[in-house]
């Protein structure tokens, strides 16, 4: 058993029916990096392949820096981090997907930035790598127009700011996001938010992992295109079918639950009055058909550095819905 001291950084690995290829990768690029101190908790989520946890268990056996845990029933995505968070003791805490490669100074770089900075959370970009481990797109924050953020902001009222695996938090983030509501729809959004309401973040642009995109990757990674396109193969092509996919798949799930989530952790009483006006905000978008004409309300809300092809999308999408058609299309 790892024995844990203020430099430990605890890694938090969720696990699920892995393809053995992608998790072998990546658990050797987090114990091979050049920060040695590392405590990787793994979580196995019920996996129905078999394969799985016996890698798992070969590899605790093999290196005392690993805790392994082999869940009795399957807990799902969000969960499973909760329950590996429950875990984790360490003053710094870094979130894993199981099917990336860590690039060798992925922990010390974040980690330096984290101390440097002072602040509660570090993201930082990467490589959009195929299932080959090949390079396909080579700035992921340029790619997906991810927020860029030093210290506090208010989009981090309206956004989740760095995808989880890019992330390192505090102890003091992990305590609050603690216990899980029903309300979470992601870990690393609710982190984000409570660290914007502590002392604030920072980013790496230099990209410190590969993230993988394959067919069954549960999130991220997507195009608006792939993602479209098994909307249409299940509902239609109509404008009825196109609004539907507009209210339930863009403004509920990517941005309206997250400020429901955002409501219930708040302890600002400035930024829950700010966070209730983005909730009437998205609502009152929702029961527009055609054209919505309140187009200061998103500039208020949603626009903020390194995001301007987003935000181009985005305002077709909530306040021209009938041009937002023609993509869907």
């Given amino acids: 058993m790892k024995k844990i001291d203020d430099e430990t950084i605890d890694v938090l690995l969720a696990t699920y029916n892995t393809k053995i290829e992608y998790l072998k990768e990546q658990i050797d690029s987090i114990l091979n990096q050049t920060y040695k101190n590392i405590h990787l908790i793994i979580s196995d989520d019920n ?9 798992l268990k070969e590899y605790q056996e093999q290196d005392e820096r690993i805790t392994l845990y082999i869940q009795e029933k399957n807990l799902g995505y969000n969960r499973n981090f909760e329950f590996l968070l429950k875990k984790s003791q360490a ?8 099917d990336d490669i860590w690039y060798p100074e992925k922990v010390e770089k974040t980690l ?9 959370l570090v993201y930082c970009n990467c490589h959009h790598i195929n299932e080959k481990g090949e390079i396909i797109k080579s700035n992921y924050f340029k790619y997906k127009n991810v927020p860029l953020i030093n210290g506090k902001s208010k989009i981090a009222l309206s956004r989740c700011i760095g995808i989880g695996c890019s992330q390192m938090i505090t102890k003091k983030v992990r305590d609050k996001m603690l216990p899980f509501t029903d309300q979470v729809i992601a870990h690393d959004w609710l982190a984000s938010f409570i660290s914007n309401e502590l002392k604030g973040m920072t980013y790496i642009e230099e ?8 067919n069954s990757n549960v ?8 993602n479209l396109s098994k909307w249409k193969e299940e509902n239609g092509t109509d404008y009825k079918a196109y609004l539907k996919y507009r209210n339930k798949k863009v403004i509920d799930i990517a941005y309206l639950y997250g400020a429901i989530m955002e409501k219930q952790y708040s302890t600002s009483e400035k ?16 029961k527009s058909k055609y054209i919505n004409f309140h187009i200061f309300k998103y500039f208020k809300f949603l626009a903020g550095k390194n995001l301007l092809k987003k935000e181009i999308k985005e305002l077709v999408i909530f306040h021209f819905p009938i041009l937002g058609f023609l993509k869907y299309k």
């Fill in 207 to 214: 990209p410190l992992f590969g993230y993988r995109l394959h």
């Fill in 271 to 286: 930024n829950k009055k700010y966070i209730e006006e983005l909730i009437k905000y998205y609502e009152n978008l929702k």
């Fill in 91 to 98: 003053k710094y805490l870094m979130f894993s997907d199981h």
């Fill in 112 to 120: 330096k930035k984290m101390k440097e900075n002072d602040v509660d």
């Fill in 219 to 226: 999130f991220g990674g997507r195009s608006l295109s792939q």
């Fill in 47 to 55: 996996s129905p392949n078999e394969q799985v946890p016996k890698i």
